[in-house]
């Protein structure tokens, strides 16, 4: 599939960008897309939560009261989990969330992704472009220029480029990401993709490599 590459002005440059169909022409495999989503949200959490149980709770170490003649109940320690200040019964403890797919499920979720989105036409192609210093304003201005200031903006590049990362990491709704980087869930969490020229090849080789011929 061919999408038209645009100017950072805006305009349509009258070239077209090659898209390999294998990518971002599939049937989305649903499934997929959704372990992968969970298996990066999953990634995501620290897993150090903790409460105390009632061996670990200080205090409660001798027989509050005697066993007989109070009127009350039988109590070993006033640390039980049944009073207030006592430990916690069956409370989380710290665990790791994380865990893995394989690398061909990975893939296969990301064309799935990739397909959504361009069958949406969220995925537009922009020639490259980079600055001398970084200037928030200049980013602005493209993406007043493609109309899509007012969405939420995934922008690859096609090697990691600091100044452009500067110029666009003040503006809450934009994410400059390296093109083999990105994820199902940053793909899918985008309203609009925006592939530098340059790095449309970088991205398509992050997920079908190019198998070297031996001469």
Do not use: C, W
Not at 56 to 63: C, Q, T
Not at 89 to 94: A, I
């Amino acid at each position: 599939m061919k999408l038209p590459i645009y100017t950072t002005e805006g305009t349509d440059s009258g070239n077209e960008a090659e898209l390999a169909e294998s990518i971002f022409s599939i049937e989305p495999n649903e499934t997929v897309i959704y372990e992968d989503v969970r298996r990066y949200m999953a990634n995501q959490r620290q897993g150090t939560h903790k409460t105390k149980e009632r061996g670990e709770v200080r205090g409660g170490g001798r027989k509050a009261y005697r066993q007989k003649g109070t009127g009350q109940a039988r109590r070993g320690s006033i640390r039980s989990p049944l009073l207030k200040g006592g430990g916690t019964v069956f409370g989380p403890k710290p665990r790791d969330y994380s865990f893995r797919m394989s690398k061909k499920s990975r893939q296969l979720a990301r064309k799935s992704a990739l397909s959504i989105k361009a069958g949406e036409e969220a995925i537009k192609i922009i020639d490259d472009f980079s600055f001398d210093e970084p200037k928030t304003r200049k980013v602005v201005d493209i993406l007043k220029g493609l109309e899509v200031e007012t969405k939420k903006v995934l922008l690859l590049t096609a090697e990691t480029d600091k100044i452009i990362y500067k110029s666009a990491r003040n503006i809450p709704n934009v994410k400059v990401l390296e093109a083999n980087k990105p994820t199902t869930y940053q793909i899918l969490d985008a309203d609009v993709i925006l592939i530098q020229d340059s790095a449309v090849d970088v991205l398509q080789g992050s997920i079908e490599p190019v198998e070297e011929v031996e001469a």
